[in-house]
Each structure stands twice: as C-alpha cells, then as structure tokens.
C-alpha cells in the first residue's frame, strides 16, 4: 500500500464534519489493507501514533529541511515503516546529522502532499486521540465486527493499532481473546458532569455517592508480590511511588487490580495542591511527599474478573480486600444524606462528589452517565492551541491562552475562546518555555502549540458567539492548572461546553 492513500484518507477525514464520511472513509482503507500488518501501520499512522514512538526529530530540525518534493507517489508503507526505524535507531556522537540524511532520503522520496502528511505525523500534529472513536467505528465497519467488541478490546489492550490487527487476523474470535491481564493497565472508566446533586441522584436511581478527590487517578496491578502502578494515560510510575507498592502488597489478597485517586495531604489532612501530588510521579526522591490511596473500584480479585459485575458487588469486593482505604462515600443516601456528604467533601478541601449507578457494569474509556461528576463551580478541560506574547508587566512571556474544546467526531480541536487570566508569576515562566517546545508555527503576536496539552479552566459557562467555529464561547474563563495526567482525547468536547450555555 502506497503512503499516498493513506495521505488522501486523512485529507479526506479532515475535510468533513460528517462522523459516517470520517468512518465510511477509514473503513474502506482499512479493507484495502493487504494484511494486518498493514492494517496497524494505516491506524497507527493516521492516528498519529507511529510504532516507534518519538525518533528524536523536532519542529525545528524538520522545518529546516529544503527537499524537492518528490514528482508523484511512490513511497510505499513499508519504506515509511523502515526509515521511521532506522531513524529511531540512531544514537551517540553526530546523530544529529545522521537523522538530518536519513529525513532527507524520505522526504526526497515524498510528494508534496506527503511530506506535509509526514511533517505532521514527526512533529506530533497528527497525535489526536479525537479521532479514536471514529477509528473505533471504522474498525468495526471494515472487518464486520461489532462496534461494541472493538470498544471492548480496545479497553483491555489499552492498544488501537493492536486491536485493530486482531479484527483483521481473526475478527470477532480475535477480539474476544483480549483479557484483563495483570500487568497491562485498563483504561480507566470516565465520567459526565452532572447537572445537579439532585438530578444525578435521581438519574442514577439506586447509586453510590462518593467524594471526588483532587488528585490523580491511579491504577494498581498486584499479581503475588509483583506490583505494577499506572496513571490515567496507562504510564507506569511504579519506581516512583514505593509506599503505594508497599502498601498494595500488604493487602488481604493474591491478586488484584484497583482503581483510585492518590494524593499528597498537609499535616493537617488536607489535600495538597495537585502539581504537588503530580510532581511526585517524576520525583527523584520518593520520601520528598509522600502520597496517600483512596480507591473507588476493584476490577479483578484472586482471579475472578469483575468488570462485568454490578458496582453493588464491585463494592462488596472493595471493602474486603482495601475496606480501610476506601474513598469517603454512601451507598442509596436520601437526598439529605448526598447533600451532606457534598458539603464534608468540600469542607475537607475536595473539588465535590461522584454520584455512580450501583447496577453499572465498568465500561473503561468512556464517559458516560453511568459516573456523574458534581462540583460546585463549571471546569473544562482543554486544549491549548495557541498563546499570544503579554504585554506590559507580561512582556516577554506567552500569556493569552487559545483554548479548544475536543470534536467528538474526530477532527481537531475547535477553539471556544481565549483566557490570560488564573496565571502565576511561575505559571507564565513555565509555559513560555513549555509552549516554544511543543511549537507548530508562530507569526509575529502568536505561537502555535500542537495539540498536546490540556488544562483545566474555570468559567461562569458559555454563551452563543459567531466568533469561534463551534458557535459558543466561554464566559470569564480562567486557568485553574495544566492536567500532566490527561492526553487530548480527555479533553471536554465541544458538546460539553455547549451545554453550559447561559438559559441552555
């Protein structure tokens, strides 16, 4: 298969707002596929996810190539494949120059169309976890599966392009032989935000009513005394937090994979702020801070899994394996006893409550109602597009913030507004430096960001503008803190903010 049909796919996918166009496209390449070998290769590409990973190469090394395009289309699948690997394997004294011959061999071989594919596949452009659901569907379409049967591979792989392999090696049988394993992080189940206390308790109908902590999601993998610990984004951070080993290791169990939150606490037992629990995940000294478990969820015990199984018996399993280190939370309350615990989780410093159906099975990497999140304040999570030099006591740092909400249906981030405002001395000083990094462009008032990261604004909710794409705009929008534990593909939709419309 050539590089060039893959390029006129995703120009294709990226030129239409219609999710059966984007899917109808992805499938119909996907079936062209020779094998699945090939089939991983066209996800893995158009995804944004090479399989090697980073290479080495940056906005800056590629922009300054001066290559003749090639006159038409001849790369093929494989000669990507092999460069991108022999580019990662350079290493040492001069490689810089190697990888520059290596960049120029491919990207001489490359038409226009392509290099520009390629330019944005190295330096990260492509990366948008947006287009997974849409993926998802065409995997799905393309090999006659069910939808759900990917969904569920997908959760248990924590891997698009090896699921998408399994639906073309052996279709639904292939992706029926995905297990929970221990050791291989399970994408963590997501929640909605609720309209109110009182509406999610009653949406829920017999549910459970816990705090939310603000802190960062963790997942424990223990099979004997082996013990693995994994973020949100499936990283894993084992070596770095030993007394959550230690402590995982001490329960009454053989095995077990548990969901949670961990954080840093003060003396006095309030929860510290959330780059400080963050920063622990990279700390060279792990006795700095330490951190403290709240689990809310059990997803296998002594060699029973439970993803399938009601939150009323995941719970029951919970208390007898981690009952001491159980997430503050009520089961059936009357609607006093919700508002109560609402009021003690903000009292002690927590952003408010989880209101969670007690029949719902764990549906991992997909927020729906099932978990309903409820704060006192609006948040967002975005992404930031771009960000504009300050002025006056600001001269000389990135401040005014670009902010885009994610498409749903796969295509990149929609801009909903900017925001200078929630910003620290040292919060300036860091993204100026981190936005030059992570640069795809500038001119003379703006920088360009790829869209890689996401952060957390706090707003009074939005209202109806013609001016930004997605027909709404974000109302005294400010910045509450970046998110290291969220990709984009976490990020809120353009759906979620227009919910917030003022009278919506």
């Not at 996918?13 to 999710?19: D, L």
């Not at 929860?271 to 478990?293: H, I, N, V």
């Not at 030059?436 to 009074?460: K, M, N, S």
Request: glycine share 8%.
């Amino acid at each position: 298969m050539l590089l060039a049909e893959v390029v006129t796919t995703s120009a294709a996918v990226g030129a239409t707002r219609s999710r059966r166009a984007k899917t109808s496209a992805l499938a119909d390449l996907l079936r062209a596929a020779l094998s699945p070998a090939f089939a991983g290769l066209v996800v893995a590409l158009l995804i944004g996810v090479p399989r090697q990973g980073k290479i080495g190469v940056g906005w800056r090394q590629l922009s300054e190539l001066e290559v003749p395009p090639a006159p038409g289309p001849s790369l093929s699948l494989s000669d990507v494949d092999s460069y991108l690997d022999r580019i990662a394997e350079v290493s040492g004294k001069g490689s810089t120059e190697r990888r520059r011959v290596l960049l120029t061999e491919l990207f001489s071989r490359a038409t226009q169309a392509e290099q520009q594919f390629l330019f944005r596949l190295l330096v990260g452009e492509l990366r948008q976890g947006a287009l997974e659901g849409v993926m998802v569907d065409a995997v799905a379409a393309a090999h006659e599966v069910p939808a759900e049967a990917v969904r569920r591979a997908l959760m248990l792989s924590g891997d698009l392009v090896a699921t998408a392999v399994a639906a073309r090696a052996e279709g639904e049988a292939g992706l029926a032989a995905f297990r929970l394993r221990l050791g291989r992080p399970v994408r963590p189940m997501l929640a909605s935000p609720a309209e109110s206390l009182d509406a999610a308790v009653t949406d829920q109908g017999s549910s459970s009513v816990e705090y939310k902590l603000d802190g960062a999601r963790i997942q424990v993998h223990r099979d004997g005394e082996e013990v693995h610990v994994y973020t949100r984004t499936l990283r894993e951070i084992t070596a770095s937090v030993p007394e959550l080993v230690e402590l995982v290791r001490g329960l009454p169990c053989r095995s077990v994979v548990l969901d949670g939150e961990t954080l840093a606490l003060t003396d006095d037992g309030r929860p510290r702020p959330f780059q400080e629990t963050m920063s622990r995940f990279g700390a060279t000294d792990p006795r700095e801070l330490l951190l403290r478990p709240y689990f809310f969820d059990v997803l296998h015990l002594d060699g029973v899994d439970l993803l399938d199984a009601p939150l009323r018996e995941r719970l029951v399993a919970l208390d007898k394996v981690a009952g001491e280190h159980r997430i503050p939370s009520t089961v059936d309350p009357t609607a006093e006893e919700a508002s109560a615990l609402l009021d003690d989780a903000l009292a002690a410093g927590h952003e408010g409550v989880m209101v969670k159906a007690l029949d719902s099975g764990y549906a991992a990497g997909r927020r729906g109602k099932a978990w309903q999140k409820v704060k006192p304040v609006h948040t967002l999570d975005l992404v930031v597009l771009a960000a504009e030099w300050g002025h006056g006591r600001r001269t000389g740092f990135l401040s005014n913030l670009h902010l885009g909400a994610r498409d749903p249906d796969g295509g990149p981030p929609i801009m909903v507004g900017k925001t200078f405002k929630g910003l620290t001395d040292e919060l300036l000083a860091w993204q100026t430096a981190e936005f030059q990094e992570r640069e795809a462009g500038r001119d003379d008032h703006t920088v360009h960001l790829r869209p890689e990261l996401v952060v957390e604004i706090e707003l009074d909710g939005a209202q109806v503008s013609s001016r930004y794409p997605g027909g709404v705009a974000l109302r005294f929008a400010r910045v509450l803190r970046y998110r290291p534990d969220k990709d984009p593909a976490d990020a809120d939709t353009i759906d979620a903010v227009r919910a917030l419309l003022v009278g919506g």
